[in-house]
């Protein structure tokens, strides 16, 4: 059983940067996606970005495009996600997300099988 943990939620004020981690545990990772989702306070959980664990490709949220970066630690079997130039709609609680395969162009959060706990992101103006 594949389990995620995430760390490196806060706060932080509009313009900063923060830097999620997601620890994988408990399964094989040699083809997988591992993705980040988000859900605000009244919304539904959306898509942020996805990474395949064997060839690094990507995909990004068009929402967050160009201030978000998704990279994969081989050595700690994680995933991180740099976020910078926050504004405050980027407060929300982010999930670590995995599924068995490759297709990383995936958005919906119903088609990952295993989700973290999730870490709260807030971002004040």
């Known amino acids: 059983q594949v389990q995620l943990v995430e760390s490196g939620g806060g706060s932080v004020q509009a313009g900063g940067s923060l830097r999620l981690s997601c620890a994988a545990s408990?399964?094989?990772?040699?083809?997988?996606?591992m993705g980040w989702f988000r859900q605000g306070p009244g919304k539904e959980r959306e898509f942020v970005a996805a990474i395949t664990w064997s060839g690094g490709s990507t995909n990004y949220a068009d929402s967050m495009k160009g201030r978000i970066t998704i990279s994969r630690d081989n050595a700690k079997i994680a995933v991180n996600l740099q976020m910078n130039n926050l504004k405050p709609e980027d407060t929300a609680v982010y999930y670590c997300?995995?599924?068995?395969?490759?297709?990383?162009?995936?958005?919906?959060?119903?088609?990952?099988?295993?989700w973290g706990q999730g870490t709260q992101v807030t971002v004040s103006s």
């Open positions: 408990g399964g094989t990772f040699s083809r997988i996606t």
């Open positions: 997300a995995a599924r068995r395969d490759e297709r990383f162009w995936y958005v919906v959060p119903s088609n990952y099988n295993y």
